[in-house]
């Protein structure tokens, strides 16, 4: 099993920056692929940003592309969010989750290809 725990949302204005952390416990010596997602009340969770296991790849969603960043630290056996020029429309519950490392990653967009997932942390872009 692995547990995972994010943290750093908060309110913040229009432009500003936040950096949200996932902190992963548990088996974290498996190898794994890790993303981060967001959702709105009454909508569907939404891909944000995907690093693969060795953090040779990275994916992002078209409405983050150069505003946001996804890294890893193993040493610290976490993940990171790094959030700039924040807009109102990237308001949300922020989540991190892994998933196991496989021959085949394309649907390292999809929810249902993760099997562990964190309480998710509040972001709130102010206008």
């Known amino acids: 099993q692995v547990q995972l725990a994010e943290s750093g949302g908060g309110l913040v204005q229009a432009g500003g920056s936040l950096r949200l952390s996932c902190a992963a416990s548990?088996?974290?010596?498996?190898?794994?692929?890790m993303g981060w997602f967001r959702q709105t009340p009454g909508k569907e969770r939404e891909f944000v940003a995907h690093?693969?296991?060795?953090?040779?790849?990275?994916y992002y969603a078209d409405s983050v592309k150069g505003r946001f960043t996804i890294s890893r630290d193993y040493a610290k056996n976490t993940v990171y969010l790094q959030m700039n020029s924040l807009k109102p429309e990237d308001t949300a519950l922020y989540y991190c989750?892994?998933?196991?490392?496989?021959?085949?990653?394309?649907?390292?967009?999809?929810?249902?290809?993760?099997?562990?997932w964190g309480q998710g942390t509040q972001v709130t872009v102010s206008s």
């Open positions: 989750a892994a998933k196991h490392v496989g021959r085949d990653n394309s649907d390292y967009d999809q929810p249902r290809s993760y099997g562990y």
């Open positions: 548990g088996r974290t010596f498996t190898p794994m692929h």
């Open positions: 690093i693969t296991w060795n953090a040779v790849l990275t």
